[in-house]
């Protein structure tokens, strides 16, 4: 267990001052969020305090007195995360670390809190061509609203879950699920998801998307056009014509610059759509899922014609989707027909290899969160000082030890991928809101410049031996 906190105590219950929620918990018993407890009379954080060793990858330290070269933290220093370590709330009060340190000579002061942030939520990239569902559909957990499908990315759809209109916005059962939908997702557990019009999802940060059932295997290699521009001289003078099946950009070989670079001659396939430059369609067919993300199940449903100025029978022609798992090989009859064939094995090594080039389907959940005034509190008096040295990179942010990207602009809005941080590092109050760790270090002579609580800096020497801690290995 981690440091105790003062707490009012009255006929044998204490009431908790972590959180606005202000529990009132008997002996022996912990609060709502399970985060603190009445030990003995004495409020106490139940979840111990989490500190990285060999953290090499972990914090970078600015160079201030020219005895730093610019590494990470180097191996053997232990670094103090957030994990367990308590809030700062009621706000007014310094953080519940504030830890002073040394690193290859460099005086460095590392202020540890965990943030309670009603203002939250979480970006999920899913690697898939699949359909999930409408641009800005509804995504539902338990038959609430948490989020909406955004817009997609290459090779993967995206989804963003959370912030305060669900939290705290709608009812209070919008909320609640809300908030077990983004604690789940953050401490890396499973969630099924349904979007409004489109799929029923299993998300997970670090593991393959479930969609409809069917678990994703892997994310595709580039768009059609894309796959293409990579495999036509593998193709050239072994097969007539290529066409890649994509639910975004179709990819027409013998068209596409990449076939005209190679003197291919153009075959007279049609395909249905929307001609962008030559060799690219779009809309060739309806999003689904079958080939390249389309509703195509038969490949030659999107053929709207064949030229016969152009095309001969006896021409070969190969129709793959952009992941490889979907292929076919055919050979034009005297109608010029395409009959399916056994494919070639020089042509399905090519194949083979589209799959080979294409990463495994993952799911990624990213923490977004603004970190207000009760964690700036917890470091200065004056906090937009804070703020400024946050944008001036003389401060760092990290979220359990793992680096954040502040975005630019106003205020200090953090994002980080959770699987870099360690397991369970987040927690909730019943606000609701999340509790999330974070990090703020700087040089000793930075923290002292912007009105740091320099009164409150402990040496890491006195965080290493209190009871309940815990020490893990840093990435």
């Keep these: 267990m981690s440091d105790a906190k003062t707490a009012t105590k009255d006929d044998g219950l204490i009431r908790c001052d972590a959180c606005p929620v202000l529990c009132r918990i008997r002996t022996g018993r912990s609060g709502a969020c399970d985060r603190y407890a009445n030990v003995d009379g004495v409020l106490t954080r139940v979840d111990p305090l989490v500190v990285l060793e060999n953290a090499e990858k972990q914090v970078p330290f600015t160079e201030t007195s020219g005895q730093w070269n610019g590494d990470l933290v180097p191996k053997g220093h232990t670094f103090v995360t957030g994990v367990g370590s308590g809030t700062t709330y009621p706000d007014y009060k310094p953080a519940p670390f504030i830890v002073g340190a040394t690193a290859d000579g460099v005086d460095t002061v590392t202020v540890v809190s965990e943030g309670v942030f009603s203002y939250c939520g979480v970006k999920v990239k899913i690697d898939t061509d699949r359909y999930v569902g409408p641009e800005t559909a509804a995504v539902y957990a338990d038959g609430e609203q948490v989020g909406h499908v955004t817009t997609a990315e290459y090779g993967s759809q995206m989804l963003s879950l959370g912030g305060v209109r669900h939290l705290t916005g709608g009812s209070k059962k919008e909320g609640r699920v809300t908030c077990d939908t983004l604690l789940a997702l953050c401490n890396k557990h499973a969630v099924d998801l349904e979007v409004e019009g489109g799929a029923k999802i299993t998300v997970q940060a670090g593991k393959p998307p479930i969609i409809d059932g069917d678990e994703e295997e892997r994310m595709r290699v580039g768009c059609g056009s894309a796959t293409i521009g990579i495999f036509a001289p593998q193709w050239h003078g072994k097969v007539d014509e290529v ?162 990207y502040i975005w630019p602009g106003g205020g200090i809005t953090v994002i980080v991928d959770v699987m870099a941080m360690p397991e369970n590092s987040f927690g909730y109050v019943p606000t609701p809101a999340l509790v999330a760790p974070i990090e703020f270090s700087m040089s000793r002579e930075d923290f002292e410049a912007l009105g740091g609580h320099m009164d409150s800096i402990i040496p890491i020497s006195d965080v290493l031996t209190r009871d309940g801690l815990v020490k893990i290995a840093g990435n």
């Excluded at 809309?283 to 390249?292: I, K, L, N, P, R």
């Excluded at 798992?325 to 064939?341: G, N």
């Excluded at 969160?369 to 944008?391: F, H």
Aim: with cysteine; net charge negative.
């Design 243 to 404: 066409i890649v099946v994509d639910d975004h950009i179709t990819g027409v070989l013998t068209e596409h610059q990449a076939g005209q670079f190679l003197e291919m001659p153009v075959s007279g396939i049609k395909v249905r759509g929307r001609r962008s430059t030559p060799g690219r369609y779009f809309q060739v067919a309806e999003h689904g899922a079958g080939w390249g993300g389309t509703d195509i199940t038969n490949p030659l449903d999107i053929i709207d014609k064949v030229d016969p100025k152009k095309a001969r029978p006896g021409m070969t022609l190969l129709m793959v989707s952009t992941t490889g798992q979907d292929s076919a090989y055919f050979v034009l009859d005297e109608e010029l027909k395409p009959v399916p064939a056994s494919m070639p094995d020089e042509i399905k090594l090519v194949v083979d290899r589209i799959a080979e080039n294409c990463e495994p389907a993952l799911c990624t959940v990213l923490f977004m969160a603004g970190a207000g005034g009760s964690l700036r509190a917890g470091v200065t008096e004056n906090p937009v000082r804070l703020t400024r040295s946050v944008k001036e990179a003389l401060t760092r942010v990290t979220c359990g030890g793992a680096p954040a």
